[in-house]
């Protein structure tokens, strides 16, 4: 009951400070502070802050007991929602539309993209050991290797950062760009929607490590390692549209591909393993709609 109340009482904590932000000026002044960087400090210190929500929720491996399964799968339903939505609002969308006029089907960099993305998870995913959330060290996926469980959990959940940070770098980039579809409060929106659901990834890398006997310390450091990826890609998406302007479309849907890919392959699987399937459906509904929200609220 201590760990329930503890993360309801973050996750109004931090609900309530995104909502401040929003209907606050400090939003307004964040933003002009922000402009004047370029758009590799921009993402890079946005994916910080995606980083920091993730240790918090490895953190809560020092609360004195472990969320329930059923409060897991919600947040894992919660992730995904959050994913599916950003995917579409903050990616693809601005992909169709700045593809329209041009000599191609304007849905036709954002499809390519996003199957260029999702194939590209999808070869990284076949050759790379790891071993996903909830999985058995007899289940682990890629090449095979006498790597221990922790390890290839670890690499599992980093391996799907990957894709999170890359979708903030890019859309960061085009701002900078000067994008008519995209606009740095867009991407901030973006990056806090990636930050909420970054916080129950932290849990469900940490929690696991902490039940099989690895100490508290370990275990976060683990969880929170999984989440040092995003600034990194974060920079990589940022420069590659700044240096291949043309490119934007086919990036924004790239991000979008691998995105949809990790959410299909791990997130939904994951959720509905413990059998709490409506718990964790209704998790993926309210997901989906605060990262709406946030798009169009902090977006426009």
Request: glycine share 12%; aromatic share 10%.
């Given at each position: ?80 929602g959050v994913m599916i939505a950003a995917s579409f ?22 499809a390519v993209g996003f199957l260029t993305g999702a ?147 791990e997130l939904i699987p994951e959720s509905q393993r ?27």
């Amino acid at each position: 009951m201590q760990a329930k109340n503890a993360i309801f009482q973050s996750a109004i904590f931090i609900s309530g400070g995104i909502m401040n932000i929003i209907s606050g000026g400090l939003m307004s002044a964040f933003l002009a502070e922000l402009q004047h960087l370029s758009p590799m400090l921009q993402a890079l210190i946005a994916t910080l802050f995606t980083w920091f929500l993730t240790a918090l929720g490895a953190a809560f491996v020092f609360a004195s007991r472990s969320p329930s399964r059923r409060t897991m799968d919600g947040m894992l339903g919660f992730a995904s929602g959050v994913m599916i939505a950003a995917s579409f609002w903050s990616l693809l969308a601005p992909a169709i539309a700045m593809s329209e006029g041009k000599s191609l089907p304007a849905w036709f960099p954002a499809a390519v993209g996003f199957l260029t993305g999702a194939a590209f998870l999808r070869v990284i995913d076949r050759f790379l050991p790891h071993l996903h959330l909830g999985g058995k060290l007899e289940e682990a996926e890629g090449v095979k290797t006498p790597w221990r469980r922790t390890t290839l959990l670890v690499l599992a959940v980093t391996l799907h950062n990957i894709p999170e940070g890359l979708a903030v770098g890019v859309a960061f980039g085009a701002a900078a760009a000067g994008v008519p579809e995209a606009s740095l409060a867009g991407a901030v929106a973006l990056a806090f929607g990636i930050g909420l659901q970054n916080f129950p990834e932290g849990m469900a890398v940490a929690m696991p490590l902490r039940r099989e006997g690895l100490s508290r310390l370990k275990s976060f450091w683990y969880g929170q390692l999984s989440g040092m990826v995003e600034p990194i890609a974060a920079v990589v998406g940022a420069a590659s549209v700044m240096f291949m302007s043309e490119l934007l479309p086919y990036a924004l849907g790239f991000a979008a591909g691998a995105m949809i890919f990790v959410v299909v392959e791990e997130l939904i699987p994951e959720s509905q393993r413990g059998g709490n399937t409506d718990f964790a459906t209704m998790g993926a509904i309210i997901g989906f709609t605060v990262m709406m929200v946030l798009d169009v609220a902090l977006g426009k």
